[in-house]
């Protein structure tokens, strides 16, 4: 499968607001694994962190998860930080 990475290099539009809502939620990477797991979604730390990163693929089913996790709409995962643009 080809990988394709945004302009900034990413491969996902969900890493940068998945960790803002991690870090407001006061979780470490390895309490929001741990969440996720507990969720029925099978990651571990290192994924979290490369997710964050836009170094892993976030699939839609994932998104699901997250979205339930944080409680927001799968679209404000989604919702691209002016911030980060470069």
Do not use: H
Not at 3 to 24: F, P, V
Not at 62 to 73: A, G, N
Request: proline share 1%.
């Amino acid at each position: 499968m080809k990988i394709y990475r945004y302009a900034n290099g990413n491969c996902n539009a969900s890493g940068a607001q998945i960790r803002d809502l991690r870090e407001k939620a006061g979780w470490s990477q390895e309490q929001l694994a741990a969440r996720t797991q507990l969720a029925g979604l099978n990651l571990n730390q290192k994924a979290i962190s490369r997710i964050e990163t836009g170094e892993r693929v976030v699939p839609d089913y994932e998104l699901l998860y997250f979205s339930e996790i944080f409680q927001v709409s799968v679209e404000a995962l989604l919702k691209e930080d002016v911030s980060s643009k470069r």
